[in-house]
């Protein structure tokens, strides 16, 4: 199955931190297919912290949606992710965005993510390498959700991301 994942960073080494996250998606059986640049974003919703660095993967894999969220919380867990603050700094954060034309909605994960169409540090990334997808429930290119975007948060594109 065809994932978008965006990673992000806003404590300690961040590109490394997205780097480490990358390298263990890899060994297990996960294809990375394309990344975006990364991006330095201004925090949303909880705007005292530090700006992070993000990005968006395009992976294939054959996990479940399901079995995806439970690898992706345990490389959070294993890169030191602290989950006692809603929206707080973190080391790193992996949020499945989209998965090919799936709308799922369980106690645990809902896909596409509930906010992809809302936030450009994940709207930019992503319409870098995946312009022309169409979100499966606004029936809406990529590209076109950025440009109808409300977000001001501020989005930089800084270097490609090498993992």
């Not at 439970?70 to 954060?93: A, C, F, M, N």
Request: net charge neutral.
């Amino acid at each position: 199955m065809n994932y978008f994942l965006s990673l992000g960073s806003n404590l300690g080494h961040r590109r490394k931190n997205l780097q480490q996250a990358a390298r263990l998606l890899i060994t297990q059986a996960i294809k990375i297919v394309k990344s975006s640049s990364l991006y330095v974003t201004e925090p949303v919703d909880y705007h005292s912290q530090p700006w992070f660095l993000n990005c968006v993967l395009q992976i294939e894999t054959e996990l479940s949606p399901e079995e995806l969220l439970s690898l992706t919380q345990h490389i959070e867990d294993q890169l030191g992710r602290q989950r006692d603050l809603i929206k707080g700094p973190r080391t790193i954060d992996i949020d499945i965005l989209l998965a090919e034309n799936l709308i799922l909605h369980t106690s645990d994960l809902i896909i596409p993510h509930p906010r992809l169409a809302e936030r450009n540090f994940v709207l930019v990334p992503m319409a870098e390498i995946a312009p022309e997808v169409i979100h499966p429930v606004y029936a809406k290119k990529i590209i076109t959700l950025f440009h109808e975007s409300r977000d001001k948060a501020k989005v930089v594109r800084l270097s490609s991301f090498v993992f």
